[in-house]
């Protein structure tokens, strides 16, 4: 796919026209000209990566004017949330990962969507049918997939936790952006097709997204007054806005009767939330996940992400093995085999921890990964899907072999966003956020400028008693979100995250071994093609991926199919962000040179003298 890059010298003067709101004191746009997209980007006191010029911009803005890391990504997500509004915005949730210079140690805040405490178990039955609702079209664009967002709580709470601004204050470069308007680039454009049935089907999607009846055209200037005012309401009155009062009503409105058009055929299930339910999101502080990895220690997200342990104990599974030494067929077949056992693992036992008793400590720990490690055939690809360990009794020695298990299909999608930011303090974020599929629900909250999420999917979609991750009210459905920081002696070494479902563990654990493993420089390990082993029958893999590997894998007994699904018209596999602290004290931000057209990496000060 070509991508066209997002011209916003070209619009400057159309930009300059658009009178922004005078109720606020907007800070100083970056300069337009730091907007461009650049992968890689090396200097001094302070650093950001994510998928967006703009976003990157807001952080920078911050990050000069005195703010911490927490405050620029409080504010580069919130406009993220305007200029990538299908992966993430205030109709979602996500998990935030702070690293503390001061105290030297990481916590997290886990702001995952909530079930409400209305839904049933057999909330993804047909009533009519009596059988399961199919995935897409019904799951996906309904209300009842719509959890409880938890976006704007996680702001709240990581500005409290760690921040200097309140959360007007942060959200001020957004609702800046919002009301100018940013230039809408090929992929926006695509993505806007991708949907065009789905944001047809429902009279508040359709105004906002498809003005004029098509997708905005590559190269004019979109913008969002209803997300600017809604930013706005919460810039003022805090998330109480957004979880009490109008705003929570009429997001309730639009999930239990959502606003469909009169000539859509999309049969839409309405879903169960109240007020009650968004009165009651609460975010949780949690401890991360933390594995050592060959001297140093990685830093994940706990359930209910899956992400800190399977990233984890696949790296306890490798770390048995001297990936350095062997030829990179090797080392690929080895991650392969590894993180087909983590994601083993991952099915049998992680669900929301309130809920599910999830083996953390075990998934984790040394001597299960050695035992798990027995699986691995150094010279054949084991028969997938394989079959989880036993997490009640493991000693690390090898047990007897067991059948594997049935297949089972994997329908998590491609979307969400992330993004890196770190300070001169040394503080770092990694945040990953999301509205689940591209375009979510499809459902925007009319006149609020955002679209309501579909986490729910995210749930098993039949209902089994014995699977962690079941429907239960008022539950976090079981994510894959990875936002990763890893410390060598407690200073920070690397941190990164990316969107991509499933896939998001895999690209974050391949690119943890690119850089520390296969000898790569971090722009290296991001931009490298892909695979995507998540115990499947096939590996998904992209083209390039293929080609360089393919035969050589297909030897060994893997069978990589081209990435790719119904919904996105790229055959990519995520796209990362990520931060490298470099030894003479430098940051090397990096992002993606190619993927979803391409990320932003900036520092504040390019040299160590130059700047403010
Ligand atoms: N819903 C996914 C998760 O929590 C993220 C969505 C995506 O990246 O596609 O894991």
Redesign the pocket.
């Known amino acids: 796919m070509t991508h066209v890059r997002r011209q916003l010298a070209a619009v400057t003067a159309a930009l300059a026209l658009t009178a922004t709101s005078g109720a606020m004191a907007s800070p100083a746009f970056a300069d337009p000209r730091e907007t461009d997209k650049t992968a890689t980007a090396t200097g001094y006191g302070g650093a950001v990566s994510t998928v967006d010029p703009e976003a990157s911009a807001a952080a920078i803005e911050v990050l000069r004017k005195g703010g911490n890391a927490a405050d620029a990504a409080v504010a580069a997500a919130a406009t993220l949330g305007v200029t990538e509004p299908y992966s993430a915005g205030i109709g979602g949730g996500g998990y935030f990962v702070f690293y503390d210079a001061k105290t030297q140690q990481v916590g997290t805040i886990d702001g995952r969507e909530t079930a409400p405490v209305g839904m049933p178990n057999d909330a993804f039955i047909d009533p009519a049918t009596k059988k399961p609702y199919n995935f897409t079209p019904e799951l996906v664009t309904s209300g009842v997939s719509v959890g409880v967002p938890g976006t704007p709580a996680t702001w709240e709470r990581a500005l409290e936790r760690w921040g200097t601004l309140d959360l007007g204050q942060a959200l001020k470069p957004a609702i800046k952006v919002a009301n100018r308007g940013f230039v809408v680039d090929e992929t926006f454009r695509q993505q806007t097709l991708d949907n065009k049935l789905r944001f047809d089907a429902f009279t508040s999607t359709r105004d906002l997204f498809l003005p004029g009846g098509d997708a905005p055209a590559v190269g004019s200037v979109f913008k969002n007054h209803d997300l600017a005012a809604t930013y706005r309401q919460i810039a003022k009155e805090g998330t109480d806005a957004f979880y009490g009062g109008p705003i929570a009503e009429e997001i309730v409105k639009t999930v239990q009767t959502p606003p469909k058009t009169a000539t859509t055929g999309l049969p839409v299930p309405v879903g169960f939330m109240t007020t009650q339910d968004l009165a009651n999101y609460k975010v949780l502080d949690q401890d991360p996940t933390e594995v050592k990895y060959r001297g140093y220690e990685v830093y994940g997200m706990a359930p209910s ?1 899956s992400g800190g342990t399977t990233v984890g104990e696949s790296l306890n599974i490798l770390e048995n093995y001297d990936l350095k030494g062997m030829t990179p067929v090797d080392a690929l077949h080895h991650y392969i085999e590894a993180s087909s056992l983590a994601f083993a693992d991952r099915g049998a036992y992680v669900g929301d921890p309130a809920f599910v008793n999830v083996p953390t400590t075990t998934l984790l720990d040394d001597v299960f990964a050695k035992e798990r490690s027995c699986e691995i055939d150094p010279t054949a690809a084991a028969p997938k899907p394989v079959a989880p360990g036993n997490v009640k009794e493991y000693d690390g020695a090898c047990p007897a072999a067991v059948a594997p298990l049935a297949k089972d299909s994997d329908t ?5 966003t992330n993004l890196t930011v770190a300070d001169k303090w040394g503080n770092v974020v990694e945040y990953t956020l ?1 509205i ?2 591209t375009g979510g629900s499809g459902i925007v909250v009319p006149g609020r400028g955002f679209l309501l999420n579909n ?1 729910l999917t ?1 749930f098993s979609t039949v209902y089994d008693p014995k699977d962690p991750n079941r429907i239960e009210p008022n539950k976090r459905p079981r ?3 990875s936002p990763t920081i890893i410390l060598k002696d407690q200073k920070p070494f690397l941190a990164l995250g990316s ?4 896939t ?1 563990i895999t690209t974050v654990l391949q690119t943890i071994l690119n850089r520390v493993d296969l000898g790569m420089t971090v722009s290296e390990a991001l931009a490298a093609p892909r695979t995507s082993p998540r115990n499947g029958a096939t590996v998904s893999s992209e083209p390039a991926f293929i080609e360089a590997h393919g035969p050589a894998l297909e030897q060994l007994g893997h069978d990589l199919v081209p990435a790719g699904d119904a919904f996105t018209s790229a055959a990519e596999i995520g796209a990362a962000t990520a931060i490298e602290f470099n030894p003479d004290g430098s940051l090397t931000a990096a992002a993606e040179p190619e993927r979803r057209g391409g990320g932003s990496a900036m520092v504040v000060k390019p040299t160590k003298k130059l700047g403010r």
């Open positions: 992400s998590e999608n491609i979307s969400t999301t689940e599929q986490e995210d994510s894959s979100m969107p991509g479902g499933s998001i």
